[in-house]
T-cell receptor, first 113, second 113 residues
Framework: GENVEQHPSTLSVQEGDSAVIKCTYS??????FPWYKQELGKRPQLIID?????GEKKDQRIAVTLNKTAKHFSLHITETQPEDSAVYFC????????????FGTGTRLTIIP | DTAVSQTPKYLVTQMGNDKSIKCEQN?????MYWYKQDSKKFLKIMFS???????INETVPNRFSPKSPDKAHLNLHINSLELGDSAVYFC????????????FGPGTRLTVT
């Protein structure tokens, strides 16, 4: 089955700096890669996703890049703000397979004011 | 206008008891899920139902039994609770399968003493 590894497990950055979280996946058939943000005590919420037919997607201060050959994808947050502090999860799934979403182990991002 | 709701929010019970968690979604989605999030924040899928039919059943003890009376509801019954069952259980729904945004419920924090 699919295996998703996520690094780093914790990340602290100065407010205003950029943060990068990286994930690798094992199943070359995976073609959908979402990122979820979970604030303390809250539910996970989708912040951005990418499908395998594109290499990069941006939404304001967040962007995701995908390298299908290397089987890795990354989340980039620019101009970080205190409200970006949360746990971020990457995930992968295969459309038209059993479509199970396999999550990475999470990255706790702390923005230092 | 709650999208995905769960009850109860907190559940404290003793080892050996049987308990149920209920989930309802008003988004008209076809697919619903149960996830377990342990103390290390790992998110693991347990079950997935599509239109009341079980489609994903991960390696979960048979003390856990999901039931979907209709496509808007997915309940989780747990028999003979053990200390290791303590976790936050999230219900989620999506339009169809794992390759679309999943909407999570608020979570049920289960504590087994």
């Amino acid at each position: 089955g699919e295996n998703v590894e996520q690094h780093p497990s914790t990340l602290s950055v100065q407010e205003g700096d950029s943060a990068v979280i990286k994930c690798t996946y094992s199943d070359s058939a995976s073609n959908y890669f979402p990122w979820y943000k979970q604030e303390l005590g809250k539910r996970p919420q989708l912040i951005i996703d990418i499908r395998s037919n594109v290499g990069e997607k941006k939404d304001q201060r967040i962007a995701v890049t995908l390298n299908k050959t290397a089987k890795h994808f990354s989340l980039h947050i620019t101009e970080t703000q205190p409200e970006d502090s949360a746990v971020y999860f990457c995930a992968a799934s295969i459309t038209f397979g059993n479509e199970k979403l396999t999550f990475g182990t999470g990255t706790r991002l702390t923005i230092i004011p | 206008d709650t999208a995905v709701s769960q009850t109860p929010k907190y559940l404290v019970t003793q080892m050996g008891n049987d308990k149920s968690i209920k989930c309802e979604q008003n988004l008209g989605h076809d697919t619903m899920y149960w996830y377990k999030q342990d103390s290390k924040k790992f998110l693991k899928i347990m079950f997935s139902y599509n239109n009341k039919e079980l489609i994903i059943n991960e390696t979960v003890p048979n003390r856990f039994s999901p039931k979907s009376p209709d496509k808007a509801h997915l309940n989780l019954h747990i028999n003979s609770l053990e200390l290791g069952d303590s976790a936050v259980y999230f219900c989620a729904s999506s339009p169809s399968g794992g390759s679309y945004e999943q909407y999570f419920g608020p979570g049920t924090r289960l504590t087994v003493t």
